[in-house]
């Protein structure tokens, strides 16, 4: 019983990745090929080598403008950046597609809307802690409105009102960097993909701040067991999938090197929203 209980916690993390990160620079970051290569490979193999280098090379420039994070375990980081891509593709994307497939849009829409909106004590502790008083009534207003006029959050009427609509995520890693904390080196975790010492920290603390995990972490360690106390946490997991893969598919598909895309994007958007 207790190897199981273990298993499945691991597979509590396994699609709550720090790929969410990504998001916001995943346009931005991601290699596309020019028109103007695709012409020029229609001529002579020598001009078609120049092109390549010289995307290549616009790549590499658009990587140096991303802001510097130290990456001493790059060999480490790399191997654990293409296992991640072989339980993608071979293991994640299945049951993601299986999930879409099972549940229809909007199905999916309020269970994303009802999970999101239970995380409001990682946000609201956070905004509190990082001095964002303002924000953090604003947040109490957006879950209370959520809350009760959206069905426990299914439906998203605070949306409707400007003063509540749209307000930055915040998490434990932000708080940190407010603070001043350092990045310290960049990680690639198994299953979670891009981090820092200083965010792989912050995520253990949104996760003891997410009330879907609280009934797996009360019962955790008691000598009574119940194995429903994980449907919450591997739910989560679940509907998050198929969102983060299209993230990372965004970031990595027409990367020359996708490792160095997505350490970009992730670099890029950490810097991007401890700003806001």
């Excluded at 253990?204 to 000598?223: E, I, K, T």
Aim: hydrophobic share 35%.
């Amino acid at each position: 019983m207790k190897y199981h209980a273990f298993t499945l916690r691991l597979l509590l993390l396994a699609a709550t990745p720090l790929l969410t990160d990504c998001s916001t620079q995943a346009g931005k970051t991601a290699a596309k090929p020019s028109a103007e290569a695709a012409s020029v490979a229609a001529t002579t193999k020598g001009k078609v080598a120049g092109k390549a280098l010289t995307a290549k090379d616009e790549e590499v420039d658009e990587y140096a403008t991303a802001p510097d994070i130290s990456d001493p375990l790059e060999r480490l980081n790399r191997g654990t950046f293409w296992v991640n891509n072989q339980l993608y593709t071979f293991i994640l994307r299945p049951i993601s597609k299986g999930y879409e497939l099972i549940l229809p849009r909007p199905v999916r829409k309020g269970i994303d809307n009802a999970f999101e909106n239970v995380k409001y004590p990682i946000r609201v502790v956070n905004c509190t802690l990082q001095g964002k008083f303002k924000r953090a009534g604003k947040e109490t207003g957006k879950f209370v409105v959520n809350t009760i006029g959206g069905v426990g959050g299914i439906f998203r009427p605070a949306e409707s009102i400007p003063a509540l609509a749209n307000l930055p995520e915040e998490d434990t890693a932000q708080t940190f960097g407010k603070w001043g904390i350092p990045n310290g080196p960049y990680l690639v975790l198994p299953l979670l993909g891009p981090s820092s010492v200083r965010d792989t920290v912050g995520l253990a603390g949104d996760y003891a701040l997410n009330p879907v995990n609280w009934p797996y972490l009360w019962w955790y360690g008691s000598r009574s067991k119940h194995d429903w106390v994980i449907v919450p946490p591997l739910s989560n997991t679940l509907r998050s999938t198929p969102t983060q893969l299209d993230k990372y598919d965004t970031i990595t598909k027409d990367a020359v090197d996708p490792y160095l895309s997505a350490r970009s994007a992730y670099s890029q958007n950490r810097a991007e929203v401890i700003k806001k």
